[in-house]
């Protein structure tokens, strides 16, 4: 398969008319299949595996939201192969079970490094807490610049989408949104 992939990418580059024998080509195929392992890593990963839960009774009892914000991450658009790069800020509202906290970066991690689009991304992290801890609510707000739209077609260098997946409490009751709202400012 690896042999079959390093031949297919030298037909890109003969494509866009570079000479896939040349000093500084000859082993970026390799190199980009070993890239892709990393960037796609997250096809590798499932979120019950690295969430690990703590029943409150171990902690405190906390019915409080609780929010990581400008957790930094990259991802690669579906529809170009391009990157976006940004910002998520993922939040939960506990009801009897509280997760550790590196583990609401790393669910980013899992969901990021993968072929995707921005809303997909939110609406996983939010599902995958609602599923594996059964909170209140769970929330993913995500900011992000997307190189197919910055270094191509309409070429605006400045342009941040933002999206939310809102579950839950964040979703039915509007006071626990701005709450939500009020703590990311």
């Given at each position: 398969m690896t042999d079959e992939l390093k031949k297919n990418l030298r037909g890109i580059f003969e494509h866009l008319g570079e000479n896939p024998d040349r000093e500084g080509l000859i082993d970026t195929p390799g190199r980009m299949i070993k890239s892709w392992d990393e960037l796609f890593s997250g096809y590798k990963q499932r979120p019950?595996?690295?969430?690990?839960?703590?029943?409150?009774?171990?902690?405190?009892?906390?019915?409080?939201?609780?929010?990581?914000?400008?957790?930094?991450?990259?991802?690669?658009?579906?529809?170009?192969?391009?990157?976006?790069?940004?910002?998520?800020?993922?939040?939960?509202?506990?009801?009897?079970?509280?997760?550790?906290?590196?583990?609401?970066?790393?669910?980013?991690?899992?969901?990021?490094?993968?072929?995707?689009?921005?809303?997909?991304?939110?609406?996983?992290?939010?599902?995958?807490?609602?599923?594996?801890?059964?909170?209140?609510?769970?929330?993913?707000?995500?900011?992000?610049k997307h190189f197919c739209m910055t270094s191509r077609g309409v070429g605006k260098q400045n342009s941040v989408m933002v999206t939310s997946s809102l579950k839950g409490c964040f979703l039915s009751h509007s006071e626990t949104r701005q709450e939500l709202m009020k703590l990311l400012k």
């Open positions: 019950e595996d690295i969430l690990t839960v703590f029943k409150e009774d171990d902690v405190i009892p906390y019915n409080q939201i609780i929010l990581l914000k400008d957790i930094e991450f990259y991802s690669t658009c579906e529809h170009h192969f391009l990157p976006f790069v940004g910002k998520a800020h993922v939040a939960y509202v506990p009801k009897d079970k509280v997760v550790g906290i590196s583990k609401l970066a790393r669910i980013i991690e899992i969901f990021s490094r993968r072929l995707q689009i921005q809303e997909r991304v939110g609406n996983q992290v939010t599902q995958s807490l609602m599923d594996v801890l059964k909170p209140q609510g769970a929330a993913c707000i995500i900011e992000a």
